[in-house]
């Protein structure tokens, strides 16, 4: 009996010296009298925790269970609001949890936590606390899981249609206050003002709205994270996949609102939450803040014995994953990560609705924009994915085709003029003309080279597929050398006829050596058709480089050449090195076929080919009489 009466002595006492405050905010890193009071009373409130001053991890979680059992906002801190309703859950005499308002009462004790509008998609503390608001005015949303959806959307609407507001769903400024706001004008005291300076007990008091979070800032810092990647936010000081929140942009600032060893409390638009303090770079210029000012309630002072609890650890559960990285996002996940992910996809005008839901539009514009950056098209958000959407230059939708047609030498049209503008962008010498010139054929050739692809000198999907992406490399890029050639004497050649003697010899897909003895280079061909004369390719990539180190740029240029048949015979013949039309060999950097002319009757030239022909013939006949003397008459 004088055991009973003692307790609801101090009880009395405690609600006394409480109902003169007007409490400031305790926060996570704190320690002093005022943490060990409120902890001794949530211990007397029959939750597990240790008083030992000290607002770590587990205080935390205990402060967050009496908000979220009373109708507040859950934030881990212990504001006015909080204080208030936890000490006034004395006055029962039996130490319980005082009820909280039966919905639609004149006054509430939940604050809006952000003052930013609100809208279907979003994902946020602030989504909690207005699902929780709904709720307890009887505008049934579902669980308050944070997550803007439906279901929350309709909630709005019918409280906006019952309270006379404009009925779009969406939460702005005048459906938060009317939503929040009690019928008579809601005090707000400054958080950081003496407790005892309210001579009265203060109803529905909040916190003055700092930074869009409702709490008072200590300073800032700038997130810094190794890897140039985003940093996580959590809703507690756990790496684990079901305390995250939110990403923020390396290099971003944030509001300083509590600060340990390991982690910080911060606020980035609008929202509050955890980050470990390893990713962020303090400002060196300004003084470390000074702690708010402890509770003055005066300590409970008891004679009665108080058990010994088996401390609780305060330290940061074990680390599961590296705070930088982000979570693989596929069809089916939902989040303000997903939000994050459709925002940016949009900024890069890829059809994409920002609905914080993996959708199928959704993954459809991460298929799109894979292709386009030259990464893997499987519709998941990995760490390459990341990597690519946070660069600036990342490919935007429309910047570049969203399917490729193959184009090579001669072709004509926007895509060779697009074509050309990106090849141009890389360094590569070219003109935007819109026509796929040998100049165009030839950067091509240098970029499939540099790029290690297969050189072909035509641009097909897989060399515009890596054209346009954001691995590219540009025109600075080495290239690989030059082989020697082979010389041959010029005593050993002949004159032979093409229709007599050449082609009854040779045949389509025969190899055959060439010597330029003008450069004294050589390199081989493979004959690919043969007409009035005979339509070849550079054999492999090295002999179309010896071919042009020899020849120049490709162009209809006649060159006299030394050409071994296979019977191992030389004979005198002139060529050029321009490619045109088709060829068989897709990995010679060559792109279509050269003509290779031997010699032939003049009038039978001048029937049949009385231009680029009988030029040949006439090339062919001066070489032949300044190697031997000798002149041929027709």
């Excluded at 890596?466 to 030059?482: F, I, N, V």
């Amino acid at each position: 009996m004088k055991k009973k009466a003692l307790t609801i002595l101090l009880i009395l006492s405690l609600t006394a010296s409480s109902a003169l405050a007007a409490y400031s905010t305790l926060r996570p890193g704190m320690s002093g009298q005022g943490v060990l009071q409120m902890q001794r009373q949530l211990k007397s409130l029959g939750y597990s925790i240790n008083p030992d001053g000290k607002y770590g991890p587990l205080t935390q979680r205990t402060v967050e269970s009496f908000q979220r059992k009373e109708g507040l906002y859950v934030d881990g801190l212990a504001g006015n609001q909080t204080l208030t309703r936890l000490y006034r859950g004395a006055q029962s005499g039996s130490g319980s949890i005082a009820t909280p308002p039966a919905s639609g009462a004149s006054a509430s004790n939940v604050v809006p936590p952000v003052t930013r509008t609100l809208r279907l998609g979003d994902n946020a503390q602030a989504v909690r606390a207005l699902q929780q608001r709904l709720n307890e005015l009887g505008f049934a949303c579902g669980r308050a899981d944070g997550v803007f959806g439906i279901r929350t959307k309709a909630a709005v609407m019918a409280y906006q249609s019952k309270n006379g507001l404009s009925v779009d769903g969406v939460a702005g400024p005048k459906t938060l206050t009317r939503l929040y706001q009690a019928q008579e004008s809601v005090q707000t005291p400054n958080e950081t003002q003496d407790p005892l300076m309210s001579q009265s007990p203060v109803e529905n008091q909040a916190p003055t709205p700092n930074n869009q979070t409702g709490q008072a800032s200590l300073g800032v810092a700038k997130v810094v994270t190794p890897n140039g990647g985003t940093l996580n936010m959590r809703s507690q000081k756990v790496q684990r996949a079901s305390t995250f929140m939110r990403t923020i942009p390396n290099l971003a600032m944030v509001s300083l609102l509590s600060k340990e060893n390991d982690w910080c409390l911060v606020a980035y638009n609008g929202s509050t939450g955890y980050v470990m303090s390893k990713f962020l770079q303090f400002s060196e210029d300004k003084p470390t803040p000074t702690p708010a000012p402890e509770q003055t309630i005066a300590p409970i002072q008891t004679t009665i014995p108080l058990p010994t609890p088996t401390p609780a650890s305060d330290d940061p559960s074990v680390l599961e994953e590296e705070e930088t990285q982000r979570r693989t996002l596929r069809g089916g996940e939902a989040g303000e990560d997903v939000f994050a992910l459709q925002q940016r996809l949009a900024e890069l005008l890829y059809p994409v609705q920002k609905t914080s839901i993996y959708d199928e539009q959704t993954k459809q514009a991460v298929c799109s924009f894979q292709g386009l950056n030259g990464l893997t098209v499987d519709g998941i958000v990995g760490n390459n994915t990341y990597a690519v959407l946070d660069q600036p230059s990342a490919v935007k939708y429309g910047q570049v085709p969203t399917s490729f047609q193959t184009l090579r030498i001669d072709n004509k049209g926007p895509s060779v003029s697009q074509l050309q503008t990106r090849l141009k962008e890389l360094g590569f010498t070219v003109t935007v003309n819109g026509t796929f010139d040998t100049i165009t054929h030839q950067a091509i050739v240098a970029f499939q080279d540099i790029n290690g692809l297969t050189v072909s000198g035509i641009a097909d999907s897989s060399t515009q597929r890596a054209l346009y992406g954001t691995g590219a490399k540009d025109a600075s890029g080495p290239m690989s050398g030059t082989p020697a050639g082979t010389g041959v004497s010029p005593s050993n050649v002949q004159l032979l006829h093409w229709y007599k003697e050449v082609k009854p010899s040779i045949s389509s897909g025969q190899r055959a050596t060439v010597y330029h003895p003008g450069s004294g280079k050589s390199f081989t061909i493979r004959f690919y058709s043969l007409g009035r004369h005979a339509d070849s390719e550079p054999l492999t990539y090295d002999d179309t480089k010896i071919m042009n180190s020899a020849f120049g740029a490709p162009s209809w240029n006649i060159n006299i050449v030394y050409v071994k048949l296979p019977s191992g015979k030389w004979t005198l013949a002139s060529m050029h090195n321009r490619p045109h039309l088709s060829g068989a060999i897709n990995n010679n950097g060559f792109g279509g076929h050269l003509c290779v002319h031997f010699f032939r009757d003049m009038d039978e030239a001048q029937r049949n080919d009385p231009n680029y022909g009988v030029s040949n013939q006439k090339a062919i006949r001066s070489a032949w009489e300044r190697m031997t003397g000798e002149k041929i008459e027709d």
